[in-house]
């Protein structure tokens, strides 16, 4: 067991081969994180999954981490201070995510596929006005206006508003930032929670915003001003930047492998295919803080969590884990056995799973319909990622559109 804990890569540019140095080195191994933390990081699958049901962890620091100190580290801020369904356990955990579940049923995710058909098919026709002999990066002209657009929608953000409200939550991500920079950070992503709640206090709609806001004033299941704002951090955060690193991921290989581009596009059902491999290898995010041990915890090996100690669950570690899935580096629609906690897995399980697979589902053949000839503008090896060992997402996608484009008539999901 290894007494010196390892220092997480803050930029992104190892994660995947970080997480595998990581599972070798035991069930369990300690880490340093930005702000003189150290957790236990689990990249092993099965250990992942047990420790997520585990009665003896939690997700609450307030009542679960002995040496917790609110806002005093700044990058933390939203993934540990807020006060939600993600920071909870027990009744109040399933009170908040009733509130916010009546937003992700069934019916009302089928619901906005008109929505997104016509937000996609904006997006396409904006992309085919451009030269085609000039690079575009797809991520920012496509992939992130997607999924940005449909949640911001759903959470009735003003146009004017959507700018700063989607840098915040952006920067969140980023822990290879200063203090300094995190704290403004911090502050500004609470301002513009701020700004959107007088908003819609002030002209309510069908939004998700406004039936949040009218909760308040219900009788049962009320939200206090911190749940509230805690609860738009969470879901305009979570509902756009795990189905932008989707698209994207999802995109470079089927660039890299025409093969099974070709068996997607001539069998329409096997996108889920196409979204379900893209999740296991280039999960949306790769270690999320944090849980809490609350008696000790055996792992064996001589691994003993103990009370009180910071667990770091490698969400993303558990599909690239050779354990769990046999040549994991190899991206294969025709895999029978795939397992992956891309969205979680438990109680805390993501409620907007079936937005974000929806979303690739309607963009990925749109996209590939429209522009056949496609291709990336530089080698994928090349492609930078983001600034984080929470996220995993590339910070441009230049791609070339191709010298023919379908017509926009053809570009239906």
């Given amino acids: 067991m290894n007494r010196t804990p390892i220092t997480l890569d803050t930029t992104g540019q190892h994660l995947y081969a970080q997480a595998d140095r990581l599972r070798e080195a035991g069930p369990?191994?300690?880490?340093?994180?930005?702000?003189?933390?150290t957790a236990w990081s689990i990249t092993r699958g099965d250990i992942a999954k047990q420790l997520l049901l585990h009665p003896h962890v939690s997700k609450n620091a307030r009542q679960s981490?002995?040496?917790?100190?609110?806002?005093?580290?700044p990058w933390l801020a939203a993934w540990v201070d807020v006060v939600s369904m993600f920071t909870s356990d027990g009744a109040s955990h399933q009170r908040l995510k009733n509130l916010v579940g009546r937003a992700f049923t069934a019916r009302r995710i089928e619901a906005l596929r008109p929505a997104i058909e016509a937000i996609v098919t904006d997006l396409l026709d904006t992309l085919q006005t451009t030269e085609t002999h000039q690079s575009t990066d797809l991520r920012a002209t496509f992939a992130y206006p997607v999924p940005t657009r449909v949640i911001c929608d759903l959470f009735g953000v003003p146009d004017d508003q959507r700018p700063e409200m989607l840098r915040v939550i952006d920067s969140v991500l980023d822990t290879s930032a200063p203090d300094e920079a995190a704290a403004k950070v911090r502050a500004d992503m609470f301002a513009a929670m701020h700004t959107l709640i007088a908003t819609k206090r002030a002209t309510p709609g069908s939004d998700m915003t406004s039936v949040l806001l009218a909760a308040q004033e219900e009788d049962g299941d009320q939200l206090n001003e911190e749940e509230l704002v805690s609860t738009l951090i969470l879901m305009i955060g979570a509902g756009s930047e795990t189905a932008v690193s989707l698209i994207n991921h999802a995109v470079v290989e089927l660039l890299n492998h025409p093969d099974q581009l070709a068996v997607a596009l001539a069998d329409p059902e096997r996108w889920d295919d196409v979204t379900e491999e893209t999740l296991r290898k280039h999960p949306p995010i790769m270690h999320l803080p944090l849980r809490y041990a609350t008696a000790d915890i055996d792992l064996g090996d001589g691994v003993l969590l103990s009370s009180g100690d910071l667990i770091l669950i490698g969400f993303g570690a558990h599909g690239r884990d050779p354990n769990t899935n046999h040549h994991p580096d190899q991206f294969n629609i025709d895999r029978s056995d795939r397992e992956h906690l891309a969205f979680g897995h438990g109680i805390h399980?993501?409620?907007?799973?079936?937005l974000a697979?929806?979303?690739?589902?309607?963009a990925l053949p749109a996209l590939f319909t429209r522009f056949p000839d496609l291709r990336l503008a530089t080698d994928s090896d090349a492609l930078q990622n983001q600034r984080s060992f929470i996220g995993n997402d590339y910070r441009a996608l230049p791609v070339y559109?191709?010298?023919a484009a379908a017509a926009p008539a053809d570009t239906a999901a």
Wanted: glycine share 12%; net charge positive.
């Fill in 357 to 362: 697979r929806l979303e690739a589902r309607i």
């Fill in 349 to 354: 399980h993501c409620l907007g799973a079936p």
């Fill in 65 to 73: 981490w002995p040496d917790y100190r609110p806002w005093s580290i």
């Fill in 401 to 403: 559109l191709g010298d």
């Fill in 28 to 37: 369990a191994v300690r880490v340093a994180m930005p702000g003189g933390l």
